[in-house]
């Protein structure tokens, strides 16, 4: 893992699988995922790194209930006194209550299915209490004031985090960027025609930076590219 300043405050933590980001301010600490089981040592680096004891961690926004995303959901919320964050869809399987659900996968994603699957363990991840479960539209205290975007299609309950202030978007796995740069609709979806019209309404917001789960994130403009993919999509669904 490497870590990178995207702007002031925020920085990009990046996995071989997962990626997690850092914001940092006067509303304190806040993670937005945090990759694969077994991450929290070397987030816990990262954070010192940076000048911040692993207790400093005020929130943990959880993008999605996979476990590239919230793997190491309940050694960080350990770490302190953390409100754990998630959409209340999603929220049943991040307690352990219930089994996700399972994706639906065209023939072409099944091999980059397999492939990430390799890099994740057999085991379920250890279960994790949600301390505020989410709906669309609510206020959040970090980034100077965020908001939550409901965005389901990818699982249930997946959520983005928009930030108006300094336009920046956590889009979680509803978008992804391929390794030559270009922003695509997100992938394994567990609804595609959701995670389509999902993927149409991020692209709405007046985003200049995105960050993405999977790919590097977009610096600068990213509404253009964003909106670009979403025309490419037309009428037809994924």
């Known amino acids: 893992m490497d870590v990178t300043e995207l702007i002031p405050g925020l920085h ?5 699988v997962g990626h997690a980001y850092l914001c940092h301010g006067p509303d304190g600490l806040t993670l937005i995922d945090i990759s694969v089981p077994g ?7 990262a954070l010192r790194a940076l000048g911040h004891d692993p207790a400093d961690l005020r929130r ?24 754990v964050c998630a959409h209340h869809a999603d929220a049943p399987y991040l307690r352990g209550e219930a089994p996700g659900p399972p994706q639906d996968l065209p023939g072409w994603e099944r091999p980059l299915f397999d492939q990430v699957s390799r890099h994740l363990p057999a085991a ?18 970090f980034g100077g004031g965020a908001i939550a975007v409901a ?15 300094p336009r920046v978007l956590f889009a979680g796995d509803t978008a992804a960027r391929r390794p030559g740069g270009q922003v695509i609709p997100g992938v394994l979806n567990t609804d ?22 999977h790919g590097e994130p977009v610096s600068r ?13 037309g009428d037809h669904k994924q």
Do not use: K
């Open 192 to 213: 595609r025609a959701q995670a389509t019209a999902s993927f149409r309404r991020l692209a709405g917001l007046d985003a200049d930076i995105a960050c993405f789960g």
């Open 39 to 45: 991450s929290a040592p070397q987030i816990a680096t």
């Open 221 to 233: 403009n990213a509404a253009v590219q964003l909106r670009a993919a979403a025309r490419q999509l």
């Open 60 to 83: 943990l926004m959880l993008t999605h209930f996979h476990t590239d995303h919230a793997g190491s959901a309940a050694e960080i919320a350990a770490w302190g006194n953390i409100e």
């Open 124 to 141: 379920p991840p250890a279960p994790v209490w949600i301390d505020r479960e989410l709906h669309d539209g609510d206020e959040l205290a």
């Open 151 to 165: 965005v389901p299609g990818h699982t249930p309950g997946s959520v983005a985090f928009y930030l108006p202030g």
């Open 12 to 16: 990009f933590l990046r996995f071989p």
